[in-house]
């Protein structure tokens, strides 16, 4: 992988993080689990996974690895900003 993939790779992982983060629901999470997370859901968006989808990992993730309880509009809320991220971010990377 050359260096600009990879330095891009980091600027996508820590994106999502401050998405993540901003929610305010993960209170207890383990910073390495957080870029593997991340880097999952970087896999999904690049196998155009649709917006259900990103939503029900979210969803997952916070129920299995972090207990905690979420109704689905805090992880469709998340969710869509990761999906709106995810397009814009490609649309331009098309254009130019």
Known sequence: MNTL???KAVDNILYLKKIIKASKLTPNYKE???NSFCRY????LNNQASLSKISSIINDEFTVNYNL???IYNTNRIA????NWWNLKTTYAQAH
């Open 5 to 7: 993939k990879i330095e």
């Open 32 to 34: 390495n689990e957080l």
């Open 41 to 44: 859901i970087l896999t999904q």
């Open 69 to 71: 309880t979420t109704n």
């Open 80 to 83: 869509t900003k990761i999906f």
